[in-house]
């Protein structure tokens, strides 16, 4: 008789992906400021172990320059190896802009694509921890406007371990986005080799109602006001991107065609967001047949506040999306 599988936290899912990866393919490496023994494994403990199994040339720890992490990643990509470059908070990947944008998303295209950049950054952020307005930011939208790199997010995991190994599988550079608040959940543990398709959305709920899509933390509110609407009658139907940029049009297009109302919801700001694009397509494509106007639900346009009460105050509230839903189901 087999018992239940047992559970990994999304710290443990990104380490074993890391790990047998590394075990697979002697061309993976890391590489990022505290990621070796020496320094703790990584700031959120994700490269935990592994200088131990893979030795300090393979799990490299560097001074602090986003700059020199990334240009150096980007250089062993195009020499064939697989790198896994850490960016300690997401706030940082402006010190390395033009290394990301200028270099890694444009040598593929550049070289007619005789050369590719198999490259991960790895980078966390998230509101709700009190790290303040420099520490906190989401900032997908900045990379999703920019042709040639993937963008992923997990909420839970199973998926963190699925969706890292088909990152590092990838022959394009992949920002991978891991949410501070989510490091904690925990998910059965889907095993070795597991794998999420990049550009692959999940139905996180069936519902019938209304459509909420969104990804990473807000995920996790999402399900929750599911089910607290379903008690009211509104069957609330939730995607979950999994993969922000190029996001599973396809998914989501069939949901909302399903439902007649759609709902984006990111911890982001709301204007000028990744949701804005989303809703465009929406009534780009469905126009006729939605029963309400696209609605978007976003973070406060401003920097993240450090003050505990203004920080949640900033972050999309759940009453915030019960009225958003209520508002779509009263049109029709």
């Known amino acids: 008789m087999t018992g239940k599988p047992p559970q990994i936290t999304m710290v443990q899912a990104l380490n074993q992906a890391i790990d047998e990866a590394m075990a697979e393919d002697d061309g993976v490496f890391c590489l990022g400021e505290d990621v070796a023994a020496k320094q703790g494994g990584g700031v959120f403990k994700v490269t935990s172990g592994l200088t131990e199994k893979y030795g300090t040339h393979r799990i490299r720890a560097t001074p602090i320059s986003e700059t020199a992490i990334v240009g150096a990643a980007v250089g062993a990509a195009l020499a064939g190896q697989r790198p896994i470059a850490e960016i300690m908070l997401m706030n940082f990947v402006g010190v390395c802009m033009d290394q990301i944008v200028n270099h890694a998303a444009k040598l593929r295209f550049m070289s007619g694509g005789q050369t590719n950049v198999p490259l991960v950054i790895r980078t966390t952020t998230g509101v709700g921890v009190g790290f303040g307005g420099q520490h906190s930011d989401m900032l997908e939208a900045w990379f999703a406007h920019v042709a040639g790199i993937r963008v992923v997010t997990p909420s839970n995991a199973a998926d963190a371990k699925g969706l890292m190994r088909s990152a590092i599988d990838s022959n394009d550079p992949v920002i991978f986005i891991e949410n501070i608040l989510c490091y904690g959940l925990k998910s059965d543990d889907p095993g070795p080799g597991y794998r999420v398709p990049l550009g692959e959305a999940a139905i996180a709920r069936e519902g019938s109602d209304v459509s909420l899509i969104t990804y990473g933390r807000t995920v996790l509110d999402a399900l929750a006001i599911a089910d607290e609407m379903a008690s009211v009658g509104i069957s609330v139907e939730v995607v979950d991107l999994r993969t922000i940029a190029p996001y599973d049009e ?23 967001g990744t949701g804005a694009e989303m809703a465009a397509t929406i009534h780009e494509k469905l126009w006729g047949k939605l029963k309400a106007p696209v609605l978007r639900i976003g973070g406060t346009f401003s920097p993240v506040p450090f003050v505990a009460a203004l920080e949640q105050a900033w972050i999309p509230t759940k009453p915030e999306i019960v009225a958003a839903i209520r508002s779509s189901m009263e049109n029709g």
């Open 250 to 272: 396809e998914t989501v297009l069939a949901s909302v065609r399903k439902t007649g109302r759609a709902i984006t919801l990111h911890e982001a700001v709301r204007p000028y």
